[in-house]
């Protein structure tokens, strides 16, 4: 599969003049940088880390200023002073092994790899499942040709990411590989008594002809010794590389801790006839935020994106999208649901951008959100960006609360109101979650729902 980049069609991945700007404009950034700065080895990994490390330096963190972070204040992540994470051994840590990937799983334990924890026996020949550090010379070459090499690179969290490197979780099929076992990568953290940063890393590339099914997790889990739930950072990048008529269904849940601050991209590139599904699940973190950014690199490429937010508290969620098609033929179809109580803000903002040459493009995009609280609040902003003549294309978004009259009608049938608003939640949610492709994910995300009590109170 060969690499193919379109000038800048994603969102905040403009090149910084490195000769026009000062060095270390950000003292805070500069701060972070040097706490997830890994020791100098030799080789191409290191040249990446320099690269990417100067493109940090000359940048600065976005503020509300900037157009594609206005409703997400930074500030309360600029107050924190965080540290590197120690290594530790967390074999007794106890988490969700999903019975679908019980031997086909990597686990990463506040960014760093757990073999312990991790099981890959149950794989088929023609795909690796290893982290980086475990690959062989000759596949680490192959990596090299894709690793950090996805548009947008430069975007100044993503580049932070990259300047940390040390480790990542790597899957890799073959050439016309079927892959029936889905993947599941795991990554936990554990929080401490001072708060840290970590850096999770994953590069899949999936060749031509080739399928397989990816469960990305981010989760927070405690100690068996009793503890408060700490502040830490989670900066996370994953790059999705779908060959000629390759299939990826990648379901991304994000469950992090109630004091915790998230950032991951996925940034996927989409090769001809190719299908791409993401679900992506946001529930977790005191602030979080998810770029999802698709590029087309050829025609007839087919890409699915169905998210769902539930959020509640003082959460704030954001969801920024950016669909580059193209090439001629290509179809998309996004559907992004948000659930939001108490004083919780969700955000989305989707792009679809359709170039003249992109002709005969078929694009839909829907955001719909429903409000529990009358403080809860939802900034929404659906975005075509067509220059082609000869498309099909489709947007729209909706905010509105649960219906008085369908919360009566259940009453009216002897169901209590708490249950009847339940009921509706639950419904509203399950559009989504019963997308995703592995049953027992699908049950743990519906009983979490579920019990989520703090929605149904305004």
Sequence with gaps: MSIQVSPSPIPNSNLVSLTSTLLDKDTYLTELLNQVTAPKTEGWLQELRQSAANWVRHSTIPTTRDEEWRFTDLSSLRKVQFNNVET???????????????????????GVFAPELSAVSDLPSGIVVSNLAGLSAVEQEGVQQYLAQAEGAQEVFTALNTAGITDAAVVWVKKNVIVETPIHLVFISVAGETATISQPRCLVVAESGSQVSLVEEYVALMLPTPQEEGVYFTNAVTEIWVGDNAEVSHTRVEREGAEAFHIGKTAIAQARDSRYTCHAITLGAKLSRHNLEILQTGEQTQTTLNGLTIISGKQLSDTHSAIALNYPHGTSDQLHKCIVGDRAHAVFNGKVLVPKRAQLTNAAQLNRNLLLSSKARVDTKPQL?????????????????????????????????????????????????NKIPVPSLREILLNTVNNLKSLTND
């Design 88 to 110: 530790r051994n967390f074999a007794s840590l106890q988490f969700d092994i999903l019975p679908e990937a019980v031997n086909s799983r990597l686990v990463f334990v506040n």
């Design 385 to 433: 960006e067509i220059t082609a003549d000869n498309v099909k294309c489709a947007h729209g978004a909706t905010v509105s609360q649960l219906e008085d009259d369908e919360i009566f009608y259940l009453q009216s049938r002897g169901i209590d109101e708490n249950d009847a608003r339940k009921l509706l939640i639950n419904a509203f949610a399950a559009e989504v979650i």
